[in-house]
T-cell receptor, first 113, second 112 residues
Framework: DQQVKQNSPSLSVQEGRISILNCDYT??????FLWYKKYPAEGPTFLIS?????DKNEDGRFTVFLNKSAKHLSLHIVPSQPGDSAVYFC????????????FGSGTRLLVRP | DTGVSQDPRHKITKRGQNVTFRCDPI?????LYWYRQTLGQGPEFLTY????????KSRLLSDRFSAERPKGSFSTLEIQRTEQGDSAMYLC??????????FGSGTQLSVL
């Protein structure tokens, strides 16, 4: 029972273009969503988050959009840079579940110079 | 600002041996989580502490796994009688009030 799904295992984009990473969830109790970035042999690093009371959050080149009715969120990276190449994980939590994060399976992003 | 620290970074063991991993969370964080990640998958929740109390354990955590956080600071995760299926990266994370978790670099376990 996969509550958080990232259906694209990989994505390749040209440097300077937009990267769009998608995530779907099934549990309507989730009220907080996060994106983490992971390099090989390192732990996940927090990137950006959004509360369920918002539909958009922006931080520099990174924007997360939340569509609650569709149970869908996306991460936009503009412009993409080669240093953004990593695995991106979508995660969700509910306040009544001790904030434990439920992760998707990740999307490997490659930004080509 | 010292982040979450995990020791060792790598552990190779033979099947049937016991192993123990240590996690030192960010000092002011009262919540501590253990996750496991295998290749091609996202991190999977194992267990969670608030201060020294272990408040939740995943059904993934078999009887061979035990975690402690004796004084509400560092935590240990022990795996007894390791099996090849235990090979994974074991991640520790901490937080102050929940929501955003800060992860350590993980312990990569290989069971031969």
């Amino acid at each position: 029972d996969q509550q958080v799904k990232q259906n694209s295992p990989s994505l390749s984009v040209q440097e300077g273009r937009i990267s769009i990473l998608n995530c779907d969830y099934t549990n309507s109790m989730f009220d907080y969503f996060l994106w983490y970035k992971k390099y090989p042999a390192e732990g996940p690093t927090f990137l950006i988050s959004i509360s369920s009371i918002k539909d958009k959050n922006e931080d520099g080149r990174f924007t997360v959009f939340l569509n609650k009715s569709a149970k869908h969120l996306s991460l936009h990276i503009v412009p993409s840079q080669p240093g953004d190449s990593a695995v991106y994980f979508c995660a969700a939590s509910a306040a009544d579940s001790s904030y434990k994060l439920i992760f998707g399976s990740g999307t490997r992003l490659l930004v080509r110079p | 600002d010292t982040g979450v620290s995990q020791d060792p970074r790598h552990k190779i063991t033979k099947r049937g041996q016991n192993v123990t991993f240590r996690c030192d969370p960010i000092s002011e964080h009262n919540r501590l989580y253990w996750y496991r990640q295998t290749l091609g998958q996202g991190p999977e929740f194992l267990t969670y502490f608030q201060n020294e109390a272990q408040l939740e354990k995943s059904r993934l955590l078999s009887d061979r796994f035990s975690a402690e956080r004796p004084k509400g600071s560092f935590s240990t995760l022990e795996i007894q009688r390791t099996e090849q299926g235990d090979s994974a990266m074991y991640l520790c994370a901490s937080s102050w009030k929940g929501e955003k978790l800060f992860f350590g670099s993980g312990t990569q376990l290989s069971v031969l």
